[in-house]
């Protein structure tokens, strides 16, 4: 098997505070961002701020099952704090993959610029329950607490960690990750839905719509959509993500006439002659 560099990357977004974020409780969402990776939503106190801010995010989601490709396909399923505008993040999650036409799943941690760390004693498979989360153990040591346990499989992992995190903001994700320096390919996986989405900020707890946040969808080339992302659901603590099947270019017949012995086929594109044989 092919050995994949896999970088759960940042995400640098030059749009101004009121463009990005909605404020709690608006019945109006904010415009969706297109982004070239992420999707799914992300909470932002106040980008101008640079005091740290966010110290905790979690949520459960149900892996999805990946089809397998003829090409080497990815996907992150994440929760994470930072990674807004700036070089720090730190997450954990669970990574659905195609590697040589064969199909894997496991969960990980990463603290970048660090490498994806995978996790061995958790045994993820599709329609797995996952909860996860990371929060601040100690803000003077930079401690922090990274847990993701496998609900079905009753496996868990816990671990403290030293990092220096921006916590400016914090994400529930689906990704297309950095393979080899190169943003791979999504992976054909059909929707997955987070749920008891929650953050920690400035010490209140409460769900994505508590907050102000802000709705990403990942793009190819910026023009077209690769998922769906749903809005929050009543409580504002879930969304699920779906896979758009991608556009094959056809050329196909509305109708065919018979005038004098000669069949015409029209087409969306052109009309062409045949002449009976």
């Known amino acids: ?45 106040d980008v101008q701020d640079q ?52 199909v894997s799943y496991y969960a990980w941690y990463e603290l970048l610029p ?15 329950l996952i909860t996860a989360s990371v929060s601040l153990v100690s803000h003077d040591a ?7 346990n496998d609900i079905t499989r009753s496996e868990q992992f816990k671990k403290v960690v030293v990092y220096n995190s921006s916590m400016r903001s914090a994400e529930w994700i689906l990704e297309r990750p950095l393979v080899n320096d190169s943003i791979s390919t999504l992976a054909t996986f059909g929707n997955a839905t987070f749920t008891d989405c929650k953050a920690t900020i400035n010490g209140v707890t409460g769900t994505i719509g508590n907050f102000s946040y802000s709705q990403l969808i990942m793009h190819e080339d910026g023009d077209t959509p690769l998922v769906s992302v749903s809005s929050l659901n009543e409580l504002g603590s879930g969304f699920t993500v779906t896979y758009i099947e991608p556009a094959i ?24 002659k045949n002449c009976p044989t």
């Not at 660090?114 to 797995?128: C, E, F, K, N, T």
């Open 51 to 102: 005091s740290p801010l966010v110290t905790g995010v979690s949520a459960s989601w149900t892996v999805p099952q990946v089809e397998p490709s003829e090409n080497n396909t990815f996907l992150g399923v994440w929760v994470g704090i930072g990674g807004y505008g700036e070089d720090t993040l730190i997450q954990t999650g669970t990574e659905q993959e195609c590697i040589d036409g064969r």
């Open 114 to 128: 660090a490498h994806l760390v995978r996790i061995p004693g958790l045994h993820v498979r599709p329609g797995d």
């Open 249 to 272: 270019a056809t050329t196909q017949a509305d109708y065919v006439t018979v005038q004098n012995d000669n069949v015409f086929l029209h087409a969306q594109t052109q009309t062409r």
């Open 142 to 148: 930079n401690t922090w607490s990274i847990k993701i």
């Open 1 to 45: 098997m092919a050995v994949a560099l896999i970088v759960i990357d940042i995400i640098v977004i030059g749009y101004s505070v009121s463009l990005f974020l909605t404020s709690p409780n608006l019945a109006n969402e904010p415009a969706p961002l297109r982004v070239s990776q992420w999707s799914g939503y992300m909470v932002a106190p």
